[in-house]
């Protein structure tokens, strides 16, 4: 069953990248992509000639309206349903698709399907300002001016050939005098699916403002004018206050639990420039600018394949592992050889460790590099309980991470993004065995550290490694998604 996505642009080149990733990312493979730009001089063009593939169709028709593209992509659409994804937002998953074709087959004799929206801040994906969710959703709500999540419908596209396309004399709020119309005067049957099918940033066409909010008050009024319903502005304003429950009643927690970012399969450089940057020189640290430096092994690769990580343009790595050898001809350079060459510039004043620091390592700092080392422990369990720990950090310092990946990893990257001053190694366990608390991997074990670390913790260590090994294997084989990363020394 073949399913047509239709994205509309207008000079989107600050968001377009993340939206066809998102198409790109999903695993349902039976998908046609139709986008259609309104004529964009920003350069979203020259992103989406880059992006043609046989699964897209790209439209440029200048001086169309929104609603107007959107109905010549459907028109234009090969697809048994339609969904209507904008140019400056995101799939919930990669398997949103996949689980909307699941639904649908499952319910054939329903024509329209109606999922959650979660509006995220900008840049921040898991940040989310607002939760608009078609549960409950009943016909009669639209006498309120109350319409379900447009963009997290799935419709048929019969629904479209018989009952009529979008109206585009409207500017906002053609999407709601699209289902009221069916809804009100075609009775089309619908369900309800209680699940987030789309992430949107903040910010758009019908929420900019209180002029946009006035004008699509306005259109909503003569969407029941023109279909010969009845109405006031009274009743439409009543929709004011569920506006507002849906800025503050909601379980973030809950709503990013089925998040999957997705993969960087196009435009790759534009988010980290040249991807995932390996040092194989400890002096190329750069010192100079804001960093984070992680090792590159088999975990961090599996929870890579995983999306629980990702590459940045501050992020860096040492070549901490044989299984990168997969990707780049480089030696393995343990961490803890690494750490004990590493040279700390003046301009660092004191070390911060996040994470346990035994005496006997925090005194091993103190003598190396002659600073003075503040250590805060950090709570057990996932990284959403981490961060809601206030990190206290002193200026001018080199923080150090001594959790497991990937959580040391996503530590680093929370902190990146509320500090603009930031350098930070995740050193892991590899600080332990540098100063001797632990014992240092035999030299005939040297590449497969990973096993000699059984030894102790056993059963913990055990599901980390067999995690990070299973989620390498299907990224490689299945995802193929080291074929699409690039792997870049730096020497």
């Known amino acids: 069953m073949k399913i047509t996505i239709i994205t509309v642009t207008l000079n989107s080149v600050q968001t377009i990248r993340d939206t066809l990733n998102s198409v790109c990312s999903q695993n349902y493979k039976n998908i046609e992509h139709i986008i259609v730009d309104g004529g964009s001089n920003d350069g979203t063009l020259s992103i989406l000639e880059k992006y043609k593939s046989k699964k897209s169709k790209i439209f440029v028709k200048r001086n169309l309206g929104i609603y107007d593209a959107i109905n010549y992509g459907i028109k234009k659409s090969s697809g ?251 030696n393995k350079i343990p961490g803890r050889d690494l750490f004990k060459s590493l040279e700390i510039p003046k301009k660092i004043n004191n070390i911060n460790v996040l994470g346990n620091l035994s005496i006997k390592s925090k005194k091993f700092l103190e003598t190396k590099f002659k600073l003075k080392v503040f250590n805060q422990k950090l709570p057990f369990g996932n990284i959403k309980d981490i961060i809601k720990t206030k990190i206290e950090l002193k200026k001018n310092s080199l923080i150090l991470i001594t959790l497991p990946t990937p959580k040391q990893e996503q530590l680093a990257y929370y902190i990146s993004k509320k500090n603009s001053n930031y350098k930070i190694i995740c050193i892991g366990a590899s600080l332990a065995m540098a100063s001797g608390e632990e014992k240092i991997v035999p030299n005939f074990m040297k590449n497969y550290e990973f096993l000699w670390r059984l030894k102790s913790d056993f059963f913990r260590r055990l599901k980390r490694l067999i995690e990070s090994f299973f989620y390498y294997i299907v990224g490689k084989y299945i995802y193929k998604l080291y074929q699409n990363t690039k792997f870049i020394k730096i020497d």
């Not at 910010?203 to 259109?219: A, C």
Request: without cysteine.
């Open 80 to 330: 048994k349903y339609i969904s209507i994804l904008n140019s400056d937002d995101i799939f919930q998953s990669n398997s949103t698709i996949e689980e909307m074709a699941k639904i649908a087959l499952k319910n054939k004799k329903i024509k329209i399907f109606l999922g959650n929206v979660a509006y995220f801040d900008n840049s921040d994906y898991y940040n989310i300002k607002r939760y608009y969710s078609s549960y409950g959703f009943k016909k009669w709500k639209m006498k309120l001016g109350l319409m379900p999540p447009h963009p997290a419908s799935l419709i048929k596209k019969e629904v479209y050939d018989i009952y009529g396309l979008y109206d585009g004399n409207f500017k906002i709020a053609a999407d709601f005098e699209f289902f009221l119309r069916i809804f009100l005067i075609k009775k089309i049957k619908f369900k309800t699916i209680n699940q987030t099918f789309i992430r949107m940033r903040t910010g758009g066409i019908s929420g900019k403002n209180m002029k946009s909010y006035w004008i699509s008050t306005i259109e909503i009024i003569k969407s029941f004018e023109n279909n010969k319903l009845k109405t006031n502005i009274f009743l439409i304003l009543m929709r004011i206050p569920v506006k507002i429950h849906q800025l503050f009643f909601f379980n973030k927690d809950n709503i990013n639990k089925s998040f999957q970012l997705f993969r960087l399969l196009f435009e790759t450089d534009y988010y980290t420039k040249n991807s995932f940057k390996i040092i194989a020189n400890q002096k190329k640290i750069p010192f100079n600018q804001n960093f984070i430096l992680s090792g590159m092994n088999l975990a961090f690769l599996g929870y890579y394949a995983k999306d629980k990580l990702f590459p940045t343009q501050s992020l860096y790595h040492w070549p901490d592992g044989i299984w990168l050898k997969n990707h780049l001809n480089i």
